[in-house]
């Protein structure tokens, strides 16, 4: 049996920054290209779930991994994690969204450490937020969570995370012994983000 499997939820609109952010070229590199580069030095297995059928088309012309489709209509990241863990073989998963483009390999390594004898491995910063898109989850415990949520139509990811028995809420400081400046949670949702990235060429 598979130990890791990363998963690359690429399911997103874009709405607020108006092209497809898995796209983005950073050097030359897609944005997706670069989150599946990093956890894939993590893992036995990448997974990549999008909203429809032609984005899928079009990341397979680029990606050589499995791509796949939610099923689940209007539940967002929910349904990407979802079908990723049904699909998914190895024990623990790790979930993260296609925008970070400095996706620290180190951290994504620790994550998965960290969420050895646990349902979850979640890091959380000092004012209590949570990351569950850039964590690691036990797949039976999680896609059943996925399931119960689903059914009564609860559509926030810690509607399941509230129903994982044993997790792990890795503090940000922890983390921060890793990668100083967090850059690893750095994602791109609007325009003036593209700009922090510095040379970005949107295609």
């Known amino acids: 049996m598979m130990k890791r499997a990363g998963i690359i939820l690429a ?14 070229e950073m050097n030359g590199e897609r944005m997706v290209e670069r989150v599946i580069d990093r956890v894939g030095r993590c893992v036995d297995e990448i997974i990549v779930v999008v909203g429809k059928e032609d984005k899928k088309i079009e990341l397979g012309k680029i990606l050589d991994v499995k791509i796949l489709i939610d099923s689940i209509k209007g539940f967002g990241p929910l349904a990407g994690i979802y079908e990723g863990l ?5 024990e623990y998963c790790g979930i993260f969204a ?3 483009p400095f996706l620290n390999v180190d951290v994504v390594d620790f994550l998965f ?4 004898g646990f349902d979850a491995a979640v890091p959380m910063w000092e004012n209590g937020y949570r ?3 850039h964590s690691v989850y036990r797949r039976i415990p999680m896609l059943d969570a996925c399931e119960i949520a689903i059914k009564r139509g609860a559509r926030r990811i810690f509607s399941c995370v509230g129903m994982l028995k044993n997790v ?4 940000i400081e ?7 400046e967090l850059r ?3 994602n791109v949702n609007t325009r003036d983000d593209l700009k922090k990235l510095g040379e970005t060429e949107l295609i």
């Open 113 to 116: 450490d960290s969420c050895e």
């Open 86 to 90: 049904r699909y998914a073989r190895a």
């Open 168 to 171: 792990n809420f890795v503090p």
């Open 131 to 133: 990351e569950p898109l």
């Open 184 to 186: 690893s949670f750095f």
């Open 98 to 100: 296609c925008d970070l």
């Open 174 to 180: 922890d983390i921060k012994e890793i990668d100083s």
């Open 11 to 24: 399911g997103g609109n874009s709405s607020r920054i108006g092209v497809d952010k898995s796209l983005i």
